[in-house]
Every structure is written in structure tokens, then in C-alpha cells.
């Protein structure tokens, strides 16, 4: 089991940047990967980001050059860095820990923080 904890959200205007943290509850060394999600308003829930246990990282197409996943192992955190935001980003960003047992898969869900991009 593991919490996620998501801060960081809030009102910027376009062309702003935002940085997003999730701290989890223990260890997110030996964690499949983290990632983060968003739900924009009346639309479904998307991938943004993903890290591995081994560093690695994706982006999704519409954030890449933009955002950047990363991640503070002593600090148990998982960052978004989010530059040259859209009205589009604007969206309930939520943290994700993905991991594989041998009982199968569990995902956990953070609750979630608002980004809304406006002038």
C-alpha cells in the first residue's frame, strides 16, 4: 500500500509554469513507476507522464518540450514541472503509483489537485 499526496495545483495565466509534487507514503525506489494523470472538465482521465524504478521517463505528445516528470528518491516525491501552460492544461492532476506483485497489479490514486491555465 502506499498514500500519494498531490500539491502544487492553482490559477496561473497562459505562458506560466506550475510545479506539481507528490509525496508518497514510503519508498518510491522500488516502485514499477509513478506517474501523473489529468481529467480535464468533461473529458476522460490521460496519461501526462510516467517515471520508472529506473528513471526512466515518457511524455505525453500534447506536454512534450513543456512538462517534466521527475523524482526525489530520499524525498519520496514525485515532481511535474509544467512550463508555457495552455488554457488546454487546465485540467485535475492526479498522481499515480503503479505496482506489480505476485497477487497481480495495483494502481494508487492520489486525490488529485486543480490547474486551471486563464488570463
Known amino acids: 500500500q502506499v498514500q500519494l499526496v498531490e500539491s502544487g495545483g492553482g490559477l496561473v495565466q497562459p505562458g506560466g509554469s506550475l510545479r506539481l509534487s507528490c509525496a508518497a507514503s514510503r519508498s518510491i525506489f522500488a516502485i514499477d513507476s509513478m506517474g501523473w494523470y489529468r481529467q480535464p472538465p468533461g473529458k476522460q482521465r490521460e496519461l501526462v507522464a510516467t517515471i520508472t524504478s529506473r528513471g526512466r521517463t515518457s511524455h505525453a505528445d500534447p506536454v512534450k518540450g513543456r512538462f517534466s516528470i521527475s523524482r526525489d528518491i530520499g524525498k519520496n516525491t514525485v515532481y511535474l514541472q509544467m512550463n508555457s501552460l495552455k488554457p488546454e492544461d487546465t485540467a485535475v492532476y492526479y498522481c499515480?503509483?503503479?505496482?506489480?506483485?505476485?497477487?497481480?497489479?495495483?494502481?494508487?490514486w492520489g486525490q488529485g489537485t486543480q490547474v486551471t491555465v486563464s488570463s
Open positions: 499515480n503509483a503503479h505496482q506489480s506483485s505476485p497477487l497481480g497489479v495495483d494502481d494508487y
